[in-house]
Every structure is written in C-alpha cells, then in structure tokens.
C-alpha cells in the first residue's frame, strides 16, 4: 500500500464528546465513524493533521434544533447563517482538553503513533511506519488576543492553525455554509488577526486557509511569509460552493510553494451541491482533475475530514484510502504521482513551512 498523510480529521472531537470511552472509540475500535487505531493501521493511514475544533453547539441548543440546521444543507440551494462566535473563556477548556486527548493518544498507542513537531519527525514516523500526527486547531476561538495561548499550545505541539471555521472569530470571519455562493462573503483580518499571522510565522506554525472567506484569504496571502495552505477544500469551478476555492485562489497557493488537500465531504464534491453519499466516483475524480490542473502535482495532497462530514459512499471510511488510490490509479495517475499526493507532497510543504 502507498502511505497517505492526511491534511484533517476530527477524531478528536469524537473523544471530547465521549472522553470516558476513549480507549473504545480509538484503542480498540468500535468499527463506528472514521478514524480508530485498528483501521487506521490495515489502510495504510500514514498520519495527518488532528483538529482541535469546539462545534457552535453547547449544553443549551437542543438536538433537534442542530438537527435542523443540518437539514436545510440536504436540499440546494441553502445560505445558511453564521454561527456565533465563541470567547476564549468558553473556549479554552474543551480545547485545552481535544489537545490533552492527542497526547493521551501518543502515550496509550505504545509506540504506534507520533505527536510530531519538526518535519524530520514527519519523515521518521513515514520511514518506519508510525503514525504521525500534527496537533492543528481549526477555528482560532482558544487563542486570546494576547497570542499568550498560542505559545501555550505551541509549547504543547500546535503546529498549525485556522485563523477560523466557518464563523467568525476575534481574527476574522468565516465563510458561511452556502451553495451556489464566491467565498468573498464579508471583510477580512481584523487587527488581532494580522498580529496572529505574524507570529504564526515567527513560530512556524502552518495557517490553514479552509473555512476563511476571500478577503481573509488575501490578507493572509500577502502578510505571510509562508507557503499557503488550505487543508480540506476543493474546487469552486467544479461544486460551486463558498467552502471551495476559485481558479485565481489555487494560482495564489500554488504560487507561494502551497498545498490543497482535497476534502472527502460529499457537499464540497458534488457539483449540485447535494449530501446523497451514493455519488459514485465521477466528482472526486473531476475536482482532482481540476485542481492537479491549476495547481501542479507538487501542490495537491488529501484533507478527507474524516469524523467531521459524510464521504462519498465508494470512498467510506478511512479502510477507503486504498480504494481512492485504485480508483485514482485506474483514472490514469501514475505511482510516482500517487505517491506525492498520497504522501510526499505534505512532506515537502512541512519541511517548506517548518524547516528541515
């Protein structure tokens, strides 16, 4: 099997939601959602990029009401409306706590997986097949403005960063969940936000441009002095929805030494927009197309948002990574391409983000 490193997964919001099951949920496995220890193994699951995100629900919203906010994304067109934002102090803790989970990850696999802070680790843990995981924080809701928390969970292993999801913060503003809809969808950086890019870049953690609308997206492109990065998203020409990415976007990343990891999530694939999971492989095959076009085989990797979205049926969960790479294989990409998008790819742009 060729390893493939992943650009975003979720698997840490399942053990915030059920942390006294962990070792079921990840351990042992339960053959339930995406990601677990087992599966990842026999799939050839090389690592990835491990999300520390808070979702807009809490104690207070009812079920039904998340339920329904859910639904009104099944039928096109839909524009739904920016969730709340949430202050450090709410969000602090269960962060705090998503990061805690990864660690305990490392410590309870006994060898089988890595929390990895330098590129070099990356490439030990591919060379000898441990799995390497990158503590990533989507959504900057756990950052004060001081950036005090931001050399706190660097000091942890954060090395990489959303400026947001898909609602706004203190540093700038997402793109809502809407379909057909441009991703220019509102201002950009706010001051805090620019000081937050900058000392990412001092410190060397990766800005992740998913979820970010347009005008964040352009300030972030000309403030950074690193490779541009979004690690779940697709393609705006091909699904024409505010989460994807125009053509003068991918030619801004691929530009700067970037990377898009292509995202798994039904909604983002499809071109009408649709959630059914039953749509065969014809629109990932089109969006890799598309974005192996205006971005170069250096320049594209996966970001299957395992445990965060529904994937296309043919695709599944994380024991589909080998079905993907046949599919794609039979499509007409050679092994030497396969393997930089499977994996070689992400290598290069860390050693480009963090250094060697």
């Known amino acids: 099997?060729?390893?493939?490193?992943?650009?975003?997964?979720?698997?840490?919001?399942?053990?915030?939601?059920?942390p006294a099951r962990r070792e079921e949920i990840f351990l042992t496995g339960e053959g339930k959602g995406d990601l677990d220890l087992p599966r990842m193994?026999?799939?050839?699951?090389a690592g990835g990029f491990f999300a520390i995100y808070l979702p807009s629900r809490s104690a207070k919203v009812e079920e039904e009401e998340d339920d329904d906010y859910q639904a009104k994304m099944e039928v096109p067109p839909y524009?739904?409306?920016?969730?709340?934002?949430?202050?450090?102090?709410?969000?602090?803790?269960?962060?705090?706590?998503?990061?805690?989970?990864?660690?305990?990850?490392?410590?309870?696999?006994?060898?089988?997986?890595?929390?990895?802070?330098?590129a070099a680790e990356v490439a030990a843990c591919l060379k000898d097949g441990t799995i390497a995981a990158i503590m990533h924080m989507e959504g900057a809701e756990a950052i004060d403005e001081s950036l005090d928390s931001l050399h706190l969970?660097?000091?942890?292993?954060?090395?990489?960063?959303?400026?947001?999801?898909?609602?706004?913060?203190?540093?700038?503003?997402?793109?809502p969940f809407a379909y057909p809809s441009s991703p220019d969808t509102g201002p950009g950086l706010t001051e805090a936000g620019k000081r937050l890019v900058a000392e990412c870049n001092k410190l060397r953690i990766m800005i992740d441009l998913s979820h970010i609308n347009e005008k964040g997206f352009d300030?972030?492109?000309?403030?950074?002095?690193?490779?541009?990065?979004?690690?779940?998203?697709?393609?705006?020409?091909?699904?024409?929805?505010?989460?994807?990415?125009?053509?003068?976007?991918?030619?801004?990343?691929?530009?700067s030494g970037g990377m898009v990891g292509l995202n798994f999530a039904v909604g983002f694939l499809r071109p009408d927009g649709g959630?059914?999971?039953?749509?065969?492989?014809?629109?990932?095959?089109?969006?890799?197309?598309?974005?192996?076009?205006?971005?170069?085989?250096?320049?594209l990797g996966f970001g299957s948002d395992y445990d965060g979205?529904?994937?296309?049926?043919?695709?599944?969960?994380?024991?589909?990574?080998?079905?993907?790479?046949?599919?794609?294989?039979?499509?007409?990409?050679?092994?030497?391409?396969?393997?930089?998008?499977?994996?070689?790819?992400?290598?290069?742009?860390?050693q480009r983000t963090w250094g060697a």
Not at 1 to 18: E, K, Q, S, Y
Request: glycine share 8%.
């Open 275 to 299: 959630k059914g999971e039953d749509c065969g492989w014809d629109p990932v095959l089109r969006h890799m197309d598309h974005l192996l076009k205006h971005l170069g085989e250096d320049h």
């Open 309 to 350: 979205a529904a994937t296309p049926a043919v695709i599944g969960d994380v024991t589909g990574l080998p079905r993907l790479l046949q599919a794609l294989s039979d499509h007409g990409y050679d092994r030497p391409l396969l393997e930089k998008i499977a994996h070689g790819n992400w290598l290069r742009l860390l």
């Open 219 to 255: 300030d972030v492109a000309r403030l950074s002095d690193a490779p541009l990065v979004a690690t779940h998203s697709n393609a705006h020409a091909v699904t024409p929805s505010s989460r994807n990415l125009t053509d003068r976007q991918l030619a801004v990343i691929r530009d």
């Open 153 to 175: 969970f660097h000091a942890a292993g954060l090395r990489s960063l959303g400026p947001v999801w898909s609602r706004p913060t203190i540093f700038g503003h997402g793109v």
């Open 41 to 45: 193994k026999a799939s050839g699951f």
């Open 1 to 18: 099997m060729i390893p493939v490193f992943d650009g975003h997964n979720d698997l840490l919001l399942r053990l915030l939601d059920d």
């Open 79 to 118: 524009c739904l409306p920016l969730p709340d934002l949430i202050d450090f102090p709410a969000a602090i803790r269960p962060a705090t706590e998503a990061a805690g989970h990864l660690l305990w990850m490392e410590r309870a696999s006994e060898g089988a997986l890595k929390v990895c802070r330098t």
